[in-house]
């Protein structure tokens, strides 16, 4: 998912300030603080099936990387990054650790370059996919437990699920955003001219700058607000139609 390339301590006092300003609401707040306990089952599954998405396209595609280390595994501990761990729960975004992979492995019946879109887009829209299927769960207990969901432990897991699907639409829209070190960063190569490409490639190190600028005001949030409602949206209107609400 991720690639930084810059110095990684920018990084960690960008965690740092965010989880000391946030600190104090989960200490304060018993609410804020049950919400965040809520969100980390969505966490591990969101991040988890990201990277595994990512192993397993380059696999099929005839990159053996990702198998010889161990990343085609739906063991949250083979895929998560403390540090994106950390920014997924306290900011609503993050990253797992990076999947290896060799595009020179990949099959000659496509270039390089497409293998690589293949590969990045295989994260986000596994993401997409599982909140969907997250959303049908959701719209079984709804109509199908409804009593069920009154209880405790069924309001419990109802939170769970939706914050499960919140995250998975964060994280996999979030990730199209055609800047490195996002996925969406190679997901356009095989669409811009060659002189576009070489231009993009020359200035990498300059988006990763605006990409860390537009993070840490929080624009990011505000450029993909649209998309993850759209989104949500859509998948909601489907589980409608699907259960008849």
């Known amino acids: 998912m991720f690639n930084f390339s810059f110095d990684k301590r920018i990084i960690y006092i960008i965690i740092?300030?965010?989880?000391?300003?946030?600190l104090a609401q989960y200490i304060t707040n018993p609410g804020a603080l049950f919400a965040l306990l809520v969100s980390i089952p969505g966490v591990l599954v969101a991040i988890t099936f990201h990277e595994f998405a990512h192993g397993f396209a380059a696999y099929k595609l005839g990159d053996n990387t990702a198998k010889n280390e161990g990343r085609l595994s739906l063991n949250p501990l083979d895929h998560l990054d403390p540090i994106g761990t950390l920014l997924l729960?306290?900011?609503g975004f993050g990253w797992g650790k990076p999947v290896h992979v060799n595009p020179s492995n990949?099959?000659?019946?496509?270039?390089m370059e497409k293998g690589e879109a293949i590969v990045s887009v295989a994260g986000p829209l596994t993401n997409?996919?599982?909140a969907f299927v997250l959303a049908?769960?959701?719209?079984?207990?709804?109509?199908?437990a409804g009593t069920f969901l009154l209880t405790t432990v069924g309001n419990i897991i109802?939170?769970?699920?939706?914050?499960?699907?919140?995250?998975n639409i964060g994280l996999g829209v979030f990730n199209l955003i055609p800047l490195p070190p996002l996925d969406g960063s190679k997901i356009i190569m095989p669409f811009l001219p060659y002189n576009a490409k070489q231009w993009f490639r020359n200035n990498e190190q300059i988006f990763y700058i605006i990409f860390v600028v537009i993070w840490i005001t929080g624009i990011a949030s505000i450029i993909i607000s649209p998309a993850i409602n759209a989104v949500t949206s859509g998948i909601m209107h489907l589980i409608q139609?699907?259960?008849g609400f």
């Open 241 to 243: 139609m699907i259960f």
């Open 16 to 22: 740092a300030i965010m989880v000391l300003s946030t």
């Open 128 to 130: 997409i996919v599982l």
């Open 158 to 167: 109802q939170l769970i699920i939706a914050s499960a699907i919140a995250i």
């Open 136 to 144: 049908l769960l959701y719209g079984a207990l709804v109509k199908f």
């Open 106 to 111: 990949y099959t000659r019946k496509m270039s």
């Open 89 to 91: 729960l306290f900011a």
